[in-house]
């Protein structure tokens, strides 16, 4: 019954091996997202020599039409390092250690995660940075026709800073549990 037991134990301990499939796909992924934001990038560089040979209304509408692109490419760099940070995530706390994370002088350690709760944290202030540039771009191409459109614009930063406050606020010396 011993042996039984300790087989078990050691398929249900190699089980947490099933965590490279997502550690590929998630790394795959951001690979992908890099490729599409770069593209994209290059092909907006490629259209800037039509913007001097424009005037008036069409040269404010293709500024805000390369601003919006802008604002995508960088949303896409973004999730990008979300895929990363939860490949990286998931590798270390399922997996094992990256040593070179560890011991680096010129590893970023918002790349080592010790928890669940660490890799929590660093995925909520990508995505908040995520939401933060698609209200960039939302607001960017919202037509303000009254002052309750201004309010609602004001309303949405208001909250956006106090979301980055908090986000801060969180990880001050006082307030952190490691």
Do not use: C
């Amino acid at each position: 019954m011993k042996m039984i037991e300790r087989l078990f134990e050691k398929f249900l301990w190699n089980s947490r091996l099933l965590v490279i499939a997502a550690v590929i796909a998630s790394l795959a992924a951001a690979v992908a997202m890099m490729y599409m934001a770069t593209i994209d990038a290059w092909q907006m560089i490629t259209h800037l020599h039509e913007y001097s040979a424009l005037s008036g209304e069409a040269k404010e509408m293709f500024r805000t039409n390369m601003i919006t692109h802008v604002v995508e490419i960088i949303d896409g760099y973004l999730l990008a390092t979300v895929l990363i940070i939860f490949s990286l995530g998931l590798y270390e706390l399922f997996i094992s250690k990256i040593d070179d994370a560890e011991h680096l002088a010129t590893a970023s350690k918002i790349l080592v995660i010790h928890s669940l709760d660490d890799l929590k944290n660093r995925l909520a202030k990508v995505v908040l940075m995520i939401l933060i540039v698609k209200f960039f771009e939302y607001s960017n191409e919202m037509a303000f026709n009254t002052a309750l459109d201004l309010l609602y614009l004001a309303g949405g930063i208001a909250f956006l800073g106090l979301a980055l406050y908090l986000s801060h606020a969180a990880e001050s010396p006082g307030n952190n549990k490691h």
